[in-house]
């Protein structure tokens, strides 16, 4: 186990290191954020102290450098338009997008899983076959599209809900600024968690659904049944045990998967989060908080995916997490 | 002799189909003597399993039982309703599958999947069904059994985990138990452990048992009564002498001369030519005739099961000498 964790951690090094380097000579080559940064009027001199103020005067490989010696110290070096550490901005906007993806998943997890059991038990049934339906739905509405269309009925037309921003927040643990102790904090986060759950509520449905339908072929369930045990306990213990295997994966990886695609529900519903961060970033250029902020979700995924194994070898017994296991 | 166990009666059971209905069971007689091994014997395909399921209740649509009575002590268990069927499921009758590989749920311990049995029928305190998981542990010769209690399936051997299951069936101590190849899977040497266990287990106990099996050899050390099935029916039915020492249905003649043990040394096996037909939309007549080297025309009439001496009987227009 131990052996296996430490390996893991030397291979996500290698993923981080690479990435960055990836970023940098991407970013490098779409454009010049001087271009952008720098008032078209400024004269010569102006521009050149600016460049050389942003480190950007040096070749790209020693401006590497420089950024692989501060990182390895924590530096990611200071945001171009913000003047302040890339790491920081990013920190302070992670909450915000946690909670989010948190949200998110807590609906595709309380309304995909009971709905895919649903129609897994009853596959021929009327509401086994909407649900089926619903969940194609889910998966072939474009995300943004989706929230507009949230916006546009319960924001809009029934103004139920407000439809863009972040409600109050308090800090937990007097650090991290939540806002789901209010009521006002729930009336802002509703619609956007929906919008980013729907991909993963069709998800788990289908998953579920899929689960269900093979472990109820399977003959420890006819064995169940022979025992005389309730359906209760035999759905509740012997199918959901079996299944709640590959739910807890993806339920995992999909984790990772919220953070990074709340870009869109972010950007469409104007929630202060990272994703919003990003595209912000991406659109001035200011390549340290990009990097900063690509090399945070890989390490999230990264920590994800290793809790994700570690529980699957919680769940199922005949899992051995071994050295070999890449 | 006191009334039987079970007795079955007419008992039909039928796949709805899109292709068309498929009689798994078709006209299926047959009664188990209190504390007797009744052997059921067919190749595969002939509707043997279904046959047992039907007396657990755990046909599945498209299946359903279309007719006929099944009295467990005299009372109709396709009456039932669901719930007292539940009750009635491994308890009165417990059922031990093929596969032990696979009738075993991977994912929870040895412990929850025996204690779940006994609660399911009756109120125990929790350390009293720990015990009593045990006891029944031990009982199939499982060593350490506190200890393996908190195993989970994947730690135990086929033959191990059959054990289990045979632990499990008996839990309850029910009246009858339904063993539907419980050895076919199993390495030849654990197979014979298995059968002897069972043989002793169920002689201690009392219950009677219906072993399923496609392997003659194995009904004839354990079976009282015989009957063999094909095509969804029973063609030939008595005592084990009987069946096995003077089968008088060509199909059980068959199914005898196929058995290595029964041939001399040296001699080639027979087999029985073609294959089992497909209970689909089977045609009238009697589904052996193709296969049967004393067919004769009137084969194309429908047999029906006729005593022939005392305790045996035959579906056969041409029974053997
Ligand atoms: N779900 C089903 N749908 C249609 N036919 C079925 C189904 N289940 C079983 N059967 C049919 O029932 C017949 C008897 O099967 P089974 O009792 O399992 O045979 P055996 O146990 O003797 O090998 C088979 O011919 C099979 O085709
Ligand atoms: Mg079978």
């Given at each position: 186990m131990l052996v296996y964790i430490i390996r893991r951690g030397l291979q996500s090094v290698v993923v981080l290191f690479l990435m960055s380097v990836l970023v940098f000579v991407g970013v490098y080559a779409i454009g010049n954020p001087i271009d952008i940064l720098i008032n078209p009027q400024a004269d010569q001199q102006d521009r050149e102290r600016a460049i050389a103020a942003l480190g950007l005067d040096k070749p790209l490989p020693e401006q590497y450098w420089t950024f692989f010696t501060g990182a390895l110290h924590g530096d990611f070096g200071k945001s171009f338009?913000?003047?302040?550490p890339a790491i920081s901005l990013i920190l302070e906007r992670m909450p915000a997008t946690l909670e989010l993806a948190f949200a998110a998943m807590l609906i595709a997890v309380v309304f995909g899983i009971p709905l895919g059991l649903w129609a897994g038990l009853r596959p021929n049934g009327i509401a086994g076959r909407t649900i089926m339906a619903g969940s194609i739905l889910g998966f072939s509405l474009p995300t943004f599209w989706v929230g507009l269309m949230l916006i546009m009925v319960?924001?809009?037309?029934?103004?139920?809900?407000?439809?863009?921003g972040r409600g109050p927040t308090v800090d937990l643990f007097g650090l991290i600024p939540v806002s789901f102790f209010s009521v006002d904090g729930w009336r802002h986060l509703m619609l956007p968690a929906t919008n980013l759950a729907l991909f993963n509520v069709a998800l788990l449905i289908r998953l579920t659904r899929a689960g269900a339908h093979e472990a109820l072929l399977q003959d420890y369930v006819k064995f169940a049944r022979a025992k005389g045990l309730t359906n209760r306990r035999i759905i509740g213990v012997h199918v959901l045990r079996n299944i709640l295997i590959p739910i807890v994966t993806v339920v995992g990886l999909q984790f990772g998967a919220l953070i990074a695609f709340a870009i869109v529900t972010e950007s469409v519903f104007a929630w202060p989060g990272m994703g919003k961060l990003l595209i912000d970033s991406i659109n001035v250029l200011d390549r340290p908080v990009i990097v900063a902020y690509l090399l945070i979700i890989v390490t999230m995924f990264i920590v994800i995916n290793l809790v994700v194994d570690v529980l699957y070898s919680a769940l199922d017994p005949r899992v051995r997490l071994t050295e070999s296991k890449g | 002799m006191s009334e039987p166990v079970l007795r079955v009666e007419e008992l039909r059971t039928h796949f709805f189909t899109k292709a068309g209905v498929v009689?798994?069971?078709?006209d299926v007689s047959f009664i188990v003597n209190r504390g007797e091994v009744m052997g059921l014997v067919?190749?595969?395909?002939?509707g043997k399993s279904m046959t047992g399921y039907s007396l657990m209740g755990l046909i599945d649509p498209p299946g359903r039982i279309v007719g006929g009575r099944i009295l467990l002590d005299g009372i109709d268990v396709i009456k039932l309703s669901g719930e007292e069927m539940r009750q009635m499921r491994g308890n009165r009758v417990a059922m031990i599958f093929q596969d032990p590989m696979m009738t075993?749920?991977?994912?929870?311990r040895i412990d929850t999947q025996m204690i779940e049995a006994i609660v399911a029928h009756r109120k125990v305190s929790a350390g009293d069904a720990h015990a009593m998981a045990a006891a029944a542990l031990s009982k199939v010769g499982i060593p350490s059994p506190e200890e393996r209690l908190s195993a989970y399936p994947h730690q135990f051997s086929g033959g191990m985990r059959q054990r289990v299951a045979i632990a499990i069936a008996l839990l309850n101590k029910p009246d009858l138990i339904i063993a539907d190849e419980p050895t076919t899977a199993l390495d030849v040497t654990i197979q014979g452990q298995i059968l002897y266990e069972m043989q002793k287990l169920t002689r201690e106990t009392g219950a009677a048992v219906i072993w399923i099996t496609h392997d003659l050899s194995v009904v004839a050390g354990l079976a009282d009564q015989v009957s063999v099935m094909y095509a969804g029916r029973i063609v030939e039915q008595g005592t084990a002498e009987q069946v096995l020492g003077r089968p008088r249905h060509p199909y059980t003649r068959g199914l005898l001369d196929s058995?290595?043990?029964?041939?001399?040394?040296?001699a080639r096996l027979k087999q029985i030519p073609g294959m089992t037909p497909s209970l689909l939309d089977l045609p009238p007549g009697c589904p052996f005739r193709e296969r049967c080297s004393y067919a004769q025309s009137d084969c194309a009439r429908t047999p029906l099961m006729r005593p022939l001496t005392a305790g045996q009987s035959v579906r056969c227009h041409h029974p053997l000498a």
């Open positions: 338009v913000h003047a302040t319960f924001s809009v037309v029934l103004g139920w809900l407000p439809s863009n | 009689k798994a069971v078709d067919g190749e595969s395909g002939s075993l749920n991977p994912v929870l058995v290595p043990a029964n041939n001399a040394r040296g």
